[in-house]
Nanobody, 119 residues
Framework: QVQLVESGGGLVQPGGSLRLSCAAS????????MGWYRQAPGKQRELVARISSGSTTHYADSVKGRFTISSDNLKNTVYLQMNGLKPEDTAVYYCNAVLVGITSTYDYWGQGTQVTVSS
């Protein structure tokens, strides 16, 4: 199992920046992939960015060039640096961890952190 604790959300003006953090309760070397998802009111949860245990990254088209996902293995923490924020980035952002077992894949989620982009 793994527990995830997010932090760093808040209110920011359009064009501004925020950095989200996700602290894992176990070494992220032991986690197959970690990512950030978001869910806006009335919309489905969507993948924002993902980083695998081999440091391969993937981004949603809507955030490419603006958001960067990274990890600090010593701190067991994954970050999402968000620059050039737009009102449409407003959502609850969730950290996700994926563990691949012998016969099953397990998803773990943080509690979510609100990001609001507004003037």
């Amino acid at each position: 199992q793994v527990q995830l604790v997010e932090s760093g959300g808040g209110l920011v003006q359009p064009g501004g920046s925020l950095r989200l953090s996700c602290a894992a309760s176990r070494s992220i070397f032991s986690i197959n992939a970690m990512g950030w998802y978001r869910q806006a009111p009335g919309k489905q949860r969507e993948l924002v960015a993902r980083i695998s245990s081999g440091s391969t990254t993937h981004y949603a088209d809507s955030v490419k060039g603006r958001f960067t996902i990274s990890s600090d293995n010593l701190k067991n923490t994954v970050y999402l640096q968000m620059n050039g924020l737009k009102p449409e980035d407003t959502a609850v952002y969730y950290c996700n961890a994926v563990l691949v077992g012998i016969t099953s894949t397990y998803d773990y989620w943080g509690q979510g952190t609100q990001v609001t982009v507004s003037s």
